[in-house]
Nanobody, 126 residues
Framework: QLQLVESGGGLVQTVGSLRLSCVASGRTFSTSAMGWFRQAPGKDRELVAATIKRGSSSYYADSVRGRFTISRDNAKNTGYLQMNNLKPADTAVYYC???????????????????WGQGTQVTVSS
């Protein structure tokens, strides 16, 4: 079972930037699609970005497209989420996760999505 640990969150002002990291251990990270999710207080967890095994094709939620960039370094078993032009609405706990297929992450197919980690808090002040 793949295990993922998120880091890089923090407090930032509006229009600021943060880069989140997700370090994987366990089964081979490079064979999995990976995604970044977030959950704000009182709201459901939502997928914000995902990418296929080799990172050449990605999905972005409308709310973050053009501001967030997902990437991965399979040699380091690490995924990243570069977040620019942050807004208070981006405040949430951010999680990474993996699945055998990108579609599983986009469609929320829980049987193919791994266990959730602790996440990393991102707070954007106005």
């Amino acid at each position: 079972q793949l295990q993922l640990v998120e880091s890089g969150g923090g407090l930032v002002q509006t229009v600021g930037s943060l880069r989140l990291s997700c370090v994987a251990s366990g089964r081979t990270f490079s064979t999995s699609a990976m995604g970044w999710f977030r959950q704000a207080p009182g709201k459901d967890r939502e997928l914000v970005a995902a990418t296929i095994k080799r990172g050449s094709s990605s999905y972005y939620a409308d709310s973050v497209r053009g501001r967030f960039t997902i990437s991965r370094d399979n040699a380091k078993n690490t995924g990243y989420l570069q977040m620019n032009n942050l807004k208070p609405a981006d405040t949430a706990v951010y999680y990474c996760n993996a699945a055998s297929k990108l579609h599983s992450l986009v469609a929320g197919i829980t049987e193919d999505i791994g266990d959730w980690g602790q996440g990393t808090q991102v707070t954007v002040s106005s």
